[in-house]
Antibody
Framework: QVQLVESGGGVVQPGRSLRLSCAAS????????MHWVRQAPGKGLEWVAA????????YYADSVKGRFTISRDNPKNTLYLQMNSLRAEDTAVYYC???????????????WGQGTLVTVSS | EIVLTQSPATLSLSPGESATLSCRAS??????LAWYQQKPGQAPRLLIY???NRATGIPARFSGSGSGTDFSLTISSLEPEDFAVYYC?????????FGQGTRLEIK
């Protein structure tokens, strides 16, 4: 069965960095575009970043552009989010999500991880 | 950026009743709209994609409709497990955007 397991969250000071990981299993990871979506405490969902199945394309929300980098290691079945220059407003649960169809963008999120909490605080 | 506005913010109903949730887009998204359900402490779950297609394993009491800028999610005969927060999401343009959510609570 499809599983997405995030890790790497924690408490970090403003201005510091953190790298999140999402370990995928139960499907052919290299065939699917992947995304990060976050949710601030008590708030709604905010799309953060996306990477194509073949690593050729990346997209970012304006709120994180220039500070966050999405990447993937297809042989290791792992998605990453490198977060630099963190701010208090980046505090959220970060989910990785898989697109529904393989080998093309479709932006329908059919599987989600359980999320990892990032708290930016001094 | 396409803004999705959901209404109402909160809907209070009883089990067995029918619920209709609305999502309005700031510009046409054709039929490229999805609905997700989120329960406390859980990840979102895909319910409906492309306005009216039920995702795998979603009960038939969930249905979606609409196109262009106005969309609805209808839940017929509410079950206790249906009380949750519901989000719409558009996929026609970058950046991908979500509505602010509708909380469906037990009356």
């Amino acid at each position: 069965q499809v599983q997405l397991v995030e890790s790497g969250g924690g408490v970090v000071q403003p201005g510091r960095s953190l790298r999140l990981s999402c370990a995928a299993s139960g499907f052919t990871f290299r065939n699917y575009a992947m995304h990060w979506v976050r949710q601030a405490p008590g708030k709604g969902l905010e799309w953060v970043a996306a990477i194509s199945y073949d690593v050729s394309q990346e997209y970012y929300a304006d709120s994180v552009k220039g500070r966050f980098t999405i990447s993937r290691d297809n042989p290791k079945n792992t998605l990453y989010l490198q977060m630099n220059s963190l701010r208090a407003e980046d505090t959220a649960v970060y989910y990785c999500a898989r697109e529904m169809y393989s080998s093309s963008w479709n932006h329908i999120f059919d599987y989600w991880g359980q999320g990892t909490l990032v708290t930016v605080s001094s | 950026e396409i803004v999705l506005t959901q209404s109402p913010a909160t809907l209070s109903l009883s089990p067995g009743e029918s619920a209709t949730l609305s999502c309005r887009a700031s510009q046409s998204v054709s039929n490229y709209l999805a609905w997700y359900q989120q329960k406390p402490g859980q990840a979102p779950r895909l319910l409906i994609y492309d306005a009216s297609n039920r995702a795998t394993g979603i009960p038939a009491r969930f249905s979606g409709s609409g196109s262009g800028t106005d969309f609805s999610l209808t839940i017929s005969s509410l079950e206790p497990e249906d009380f949750a927060v519901y989000y719409c999401q558009q996929r026609i343009n970058w950046p991908i955007t979500f509505g602010q959510g509708t909380r469906l609570e037990i009356k």
